[in-house]
Nanobody
Framework: QGELVESGGGSVQAGGSLRLSCEAA????MAWFRQGAGKEREGVAAIDAVGQTKYTDSVKGRFTISRDYGKSTLYLQMDGLKPEDSALYYC????????????????????WGQGTQVTVSS
């Protein structure tokens, strides 16, 4: 298990797109979380080893989580970005096995990246 390293963040205008990447994504269960200024960290999207996914309601239809086992990389494709999506985005990994429906809860994850900043302007 290597250190989780996120990349791909940046500044975009509303309606734009970004793709976040997370290297060393080798765990069975992976997820993306985010923490906006003055807000609690929240689960955004989760994926298990067979590709089942879970999204928080606010990003359904706009964000897509995926993983490339060959590259040991986790992705988050973000389309139709809104100012309220602005946050520090974290990659998380879990060595535990649980239903992907539970995947947006922080308590399951024991490895975290340092985060990559996403800023969406109106």
């Amino acid at each position: 298990q290597g250190e989780l390293v996120e990349s791909g963040g940046g500044s975009v205008q509303a309606g734009g797109s970004l793709r976040l990447s997370c290297e060393a994504a080798t765990a069975y269960q992976m997820a993306w979380f985010r923490q906006g200024a003055g807000k609690e960290r929240e689960g955004v999207a989760a994926i298990d080893a067979v590709g089942q996914t879970k999204y928080t309601d606010s990003v359904k239809g706009r964000f897509t989580i995926s993983r490339d086992y060959g590259k040991s990389t986790l992705y988050l494709q973000m389309d139709g970005l809104k100012p309220e999506d602005s946050a520090l985005y974290y990659c998380a990994a879990s060595s535990l096995v649980f239903a992907v429906e539970e995947g947006l809860a922080q308590r399951w994850y024991n490895r975290w990246g340092q985060g990559t900043q996403v800023t969406v302007s109106s």
